[in-house]
């Protein structure tokens, strides 16, 4: 027996200590690739020294005698930080992802190469200005003498990752860099899924009417009526059920209300208490760790740019110079169609144009894939655009025998200026030279706001299409391709984009609210972000006479939702306790609990409060009652709960609370009856999820900020070392806008917001400041891949300063970058 014991021992002692051995040599391996900031390095390309110092947050300050040397260096830092990012997203916009990671990405690689952006990237490489051009080549080139570093020094092949996904990375070029920008385009759009919902729930409702229910029109003026989808196809079934298609992994498509959102406002100088104007900006986007912003500082021949940068591109996207501040917003213009169009059933080849019958532009596509056969695509063209699998947005459902699908998109222009544009912008000297630089700007559609030291402006960007007034959805539905009056007539004038140049009252903003009330087709969109954040933010704006960098903060970190402000009343009017409590432990007593907490709340979404939870879970569930009696299935859809709906079914507009009455029961229920009955729903499942004590409950518990590694996110144990999660406040219509996934088991998981937040102040520009959601490193080794995270969540931001003095004297290390050679 002893004789075992001791062998025994000796097995489980030789396993401690080859894991040991294991967990260290991993370690070793991916710390190779820790860049080092406090070296000099002889690197190909630049034409003189190039110094890149960074700050205690691993902010680079980039200095160098030309501006191609400066975009070289940025080129090298974002290479140094976030090369796997930057590669993953190039193969992502290429359709390249299963050479890497086999079979479980070929759906989004068919997508990719069917919307073949990289190609028209490439194309567009031609149509940059030479500014652009020199920049373009000189960032390839920072990035490439990175890669020639890491190859030449064994610097462990740039980042852990590409030890369990080794795949040769190829040199950055000029194109790689546009497709990123078309790439991020494709993320912040949702229209041509939007089109599809509204079909299937035509085709799903029996009544007409209630379409405007359950998919309402952002306050304003009214749209005339449109046909039904199955006036227009009428060979589709009644009822189109999902085909099943899964989400396919790494997808850059948004799920249906998460393709961008975004908070911007500007005060003038007579509405700031320090007499300069003033701008906040945070764009909203899918949490990811490492964040997909990037700080930095250019120091160009024009003067210092400081912001918001994306690893892969090289152009502050949202920012300031000594002259100008500019942020961003989705300006959720309807730049997207979808056409059905017919095929010649004598040869499928051939679809119908308004002069017949006319072949595909096609051409063969190879998906390579890690571990098993490659396949072969054809890709396929109509004038519309694109042919779309059928899997896409769920479009099989909706598309008729006989028929494909085509995609037209102002993003798929092969002579696509915007980066252009942006770059032009970062030299601008005034309001009115940035709007007029951006002309040339196409998509991502933004909303830009500005300031100058006198000047506030808003203005949307992107190529607004042109549609003729007899379209026969407006675009709002897929519509028949081969009839004239539905396609495409060209773009807008850049002119009739809506503008706002210094208004009387002083303040500008946008939430991605509805901006502006046009007839069709000059109406801009049908389908705005916001409904609800703007109420807040224009209280908030109108409270004070004057503003300061500090009151913009404020409203940027504001937890208060309107949203349950108003809806609370109407849902629980008829519920608030009034009669004898009941006893303990009773389905009874909870509910009256859990209505006085309710009752005498502020509408704080703080993350310390269990109001917010039993707020969110209430109208989740009562959300679920109201629409899956009608729609079924197609309820899966609509995952987060719309405001107008609740409003329009308890305020019984247009007849809508029809809705609260179950159809397969032969009692008639009222809308208090499912208030009820869903609080009821609400506090089982929190009982079971978080525990009965109500009182005890935390919002931040439920509401917690995931930052998941796309990649390793869901790797046991190593998700423990590269997901940043935090405790969070906000909500889906807080300013401090945190929006929930929807899905089980984690509902009110925080996946999308602010992961960048700035504030400029021109009455002192170096007061001015900024934040990410994570940190400057994509190495889960690091100290800075979530050092800014904790700032982040705890509403704290670091300065923003073009002062050179400030930089160098806060450096933890600077790189010097010599030309071979000397």
Not at 47 to 69: L, Y
Not at 282 to 301: K, N, Q, V
Not at 748 to 777: C, K, L, M, W
Not at 787 to 813: C, F, H, K, N, T
């Amino acid at each position: 027996m002893s004789i075992v014991f001791r062998w025994l021992l000796r097995v489980a002692a030789g396993l401690i200590g080859f894991v040991v051995v294991m967990v260290v040599l991993i370690y070793y391996l991916a710390g190779q690739s820790l860049p080092d900031y406090d070296r000099t390095v002889r690197v190909t390309g630049p034409s003189a020294p190039i110094e890149i110092v960074r700050n205690n947050a691993d902010v680079p300050h980039i200095f160098a005698e030309t501006d191609p040397d400066v975009f070289f260096g940025l080129g090298y830092a974002h290479a140094q930080d976030r090369l796997w990012q930057m590669t993953i997203m190039r193969r992502t916009s290429q359709g390249r992802l299963s050479e890497v990671f086999g079979p479980q990405t070929v759906s989004t690689d068919r997508l990719l190469r069917r919307l073949d952006i990289y190609r028209l990237a490439a194309q567009s490489v031609g149509a940059q200005d030479d500014q652009t051009l020199l920049a373009l080549n000189a960032y390839s080139a920072g990035v490439n003498a990175r890669l020639a570093e890491i190859n030449d020094d064994a610097l462990g092949r740039g980042a852990p990752e590409m030890f369990l996904f080794n795949a040769p990375i190829a040199p950055w070029t000029p194109a790689d860099s546009l497709a990123l920008v078309k790439l991020m385009a494709l993320q912040l759009s949702g229209h041509a899924s939007d089109e599809v919902l509204r079909a299937r729930v035509s085709l799903m409702l029996d009544d007409p009417a209630r379409v405007s229910d359950v998919l309402p029109d952002a306050p304003g003026s009214g749209v005339a009526s449109l046909p039904e989808y199955s006036d227009l196809f009428p060979g589709l079934p009644r009822y189109a059920e999902r085909t099943g298609t899964q989400r396919a992994p790494l997808t850059p498509v948004a799920r249906r209300g998460m393709a961008g959102a975004s908070n911007a406002w500007t005060a003038a100088p007579f509405r700031s208490a320090a007499g300069g104007t003033l701008l906040a900006n945070d764009p909203h986007l899918g949490f990811t760790a490492p964040s997909i912003w990037y700080l930095a500082r250019l120091e160009l021949a024009s003067g210092g740019v400081i912001g918001g940068t994306i690893p892969g591109i090289p152009v502050v996207m949202t920012g300031r110079s000594d002259k100008l501040g500019w942020g961003l917003t989705s300006a959720y213009l309807d730049d997207q169609d979808l056409f059905i169009e017919r095929l010649n059933p004598d040869n499928p080849e051939e679809y119908q144009t308004p002069d017949g019958f006319k072949p595909f532009e096609s051409r063969p596509s190879i998906i390579e894939i890690k571990d098993a056969p490659p396949i072969t695509l054809t890709l396929r063209w109509t004038d519309n655009g694109p042919v779309l699998p059928g899997s896409q947005y769920d479009l099989d459902a909706i598309t008729p025998p006989g028929h494909v699908v085509a995609l037209s998109w102002s993003a798929l222009s092969p002579q696509d200026t915007s980066l252009s544009a942006a770059m032009a912008m970062m030299e601008a000297t005034s309001v009115q030279e940035a709007i007029r630089l951006n002309e040339a700007y196409i998509a991502p559609a933004q909303n830009l706001s500005l300031i100058d030291k006198d000047t506030i402006a808003l203005k949307l960007i992107g190529a607004v299409p042109r549609r003729d007034p007899q379209h026969q959805s407006q675009g709002r539905m897929p519509s028949q391709g081969w009839r004239p009056e539905n396609r495409w007539q060209g773009r807008m004038p850049y002119a009739s984009n809506p503008e706002f140049v210094s208004p009387t009252g002083g303040i500008l903003g946008n939430t991605n609210n509805k901006i502006i009330e046009r007839p069709f087709p000059d109406h801009i969109s049908f389908v705005w972000g916001d409904t609800q954040r703007v109420n807040r933010w224009q209280r908030l704006m109108q409270t004070r006479e004057v503003h300061t960098r500090d009151s913009f903060i404020e409203a940027q970190l504001d937890p208060v939702s309107f949203t349950a402000r108003s809806l609370l009343p109407l849902i629980g009017a008829d519920l608030w306790f009034t009669g004898q409590s009941a006893p303990d432990g009773t389905q009874e007593r909870q509910r009256q609990i859990a209505l006085s907490l309710l009752a005498d709340w502020n509408g704080e979404m703080n993350e310390h409060l269990p109001e917010p939870l039993i707020y969110s879970a209430w109208l989740r569930a009562l959300n679920e009652r109201l629409m899956r009696d009608e729609l079924g299935p197609l309820a899966d859809e609509f995952k987060h709960v719309d405001p107008l709906f609740i409003e329009r079914v308890y305020r019984d507009i247009d007849g809508a609370s029809i809705w609260c009455d179950v159809r397969q029961s032969a009692p008639v229920e009222t809308c208090t009856d499912m208030a009820r009955l869903a609080l009821d729903d609400a506090l089982y499942w929190i009982g079971d999820t978080y525990g009965t004590a109500l009182e005890s409950l935390r919002w931040g518990d439920a509401h917690q900020a995931a930052h998941d590694h796309p990649v390793l996110g869901d790797v046991p144990i190593l998700r423990y070392f590269v997901n940043i999660r935090q405790s969070t406040s906000g909500g889906d219509n807080t300013l401090l806008r945190g929006l929930t996934s929807g899905e089980d088991p984690a509902p009110f998981e925080n996946v999308h917001g602010a992961g960048y937040r700035g504030v400029y102040d021109f009455a002192d520009p170096d007061s001015s400041v900024f934040i990410i959601s994570t940190g400057q490193s994509g190495h889960f080794l690091s100290r800075h891949y979530d050092d800014l995270a904790q700032l982040w969540r705890r509403g704290e931001y670091i300065p923003m300063s073009l002062d050179q003095d400030l930089a160098r004297a806060a450096a933890v290390g600077t790189t010097i970058l010599l030309p071979k050679g000397e």
